[in-house]
């Protein structure tokens, strides 16, 4: 588990949101359905002033064979999760590394309505975060004459980030990270300064879903309804030779309401 702490707070820079803190996070699972399908891998940086500041990183056992398709999408195997630590120690490791902060993710819904199975599941508390969705906020600040979907390598490729999404839970946080600070800054030069305006919501973990959205990459029509395929409810079957899609990899770009 790599474990980096540093909390030296940024000059205040132009936009309003620099001296926030955020915690992106990007998981790796076994499949759609938080209780049957597993974590296998977290990862989180904590940005603050557009500035890594933190990373955090583990792969979890989840205490079951991971599937083929999903080995060979991420690149995760049973061996390399044969001797990593339990969900309930890398889970309680990173709701403290996010302590305090805003909460951000690429198609934020998946990523938790796994999280909050996951602490029902080892009996840990979940904090009240508050919450931003980069594809959330891609609508809000992005044309469709700039980019043709959120997918997050497609904005990542747009904003030219440092990190390059490759279905690896911290290099994909890294990746959502460059892209979060690039749509901020977008963002505060309309005139929007405060997280409300940017679509922030608070989640205490009551309702989470019971299956993780899929990714379409459109936003949800209305806040009971599941965000995106990590949109637009459950995804398809698909037959078993097949790898499952990505949920942050996948979606076309719609207006925003």
């Not at 305006?197 to 993780?212: S, V």
């Amino acid at each position: 588990m790599k474990h980096l702490w540093s909390r030296r707070r940024p000059e205040i820079g132009p936009s309003p949101f620099d001296d926030v803190d955020f915690a992106i996070v990007d998981l790796e699972t076994t499949g759609w359905v938080p209780g049957e399908a597993m974590i296998t891998e977290i990862g989180a940086v904590l940005v603050c002033g557009g500035r890594v500041r933190a990373q955090y990183s583990s792969l979890v056992n989840p205490g079951s064979a991971i599937p083929e398709q999903v080995t060979d999408l991420t690149g995760i195997n049973d061996a390399m999760v044969a001797s990593a630590p339990p969900l309930a120690t890398v889970l309680a490791g990173f709701l403290s590394f996010a302590h305090g902060c805003v909460l951000a993710a690429h198609n934020a819904p998946f990523d938790l309505a796994f999280l909050t199975a996951a602490c029902k599941a080892c009996d840990l508390p979940w904090p009240r975060f508050r919450v931003l969705d980069t594809v959330e906020l891609a609508h809000r600040v992005l044309g469709e004459q700039e980019v043709t979907d959120c997918k997050l390598a497609t904005l990542a490729a747009h904003f030219g980030t440092r990190t390059k999404p490759r279905h690896r839970a911290l290099p994909d946080a890294l990746a959502t990270a460059d892209v979060l600070t690039a749509l901020l800054r977008r963002l505060a030069a309309t005139g929007v300064a405060t997280l409300d305006g940017a679509g922030c919501t608070e989640h205490d973990g009551l309702d989470e879903p019971a299956q993780a959205p899929a990714a379409t990459g459109e936003p949800a029509p209305a806040p009971a309804v599941a965000d995106e395929p990590r949109g637009g409810g459950p995804p398809p079957e698909q037959p078993a030779e097949q790898p499952p899609s990505d949920p942050h990899q996948a979606g076309d770009l719609q207006a925003a309401p």
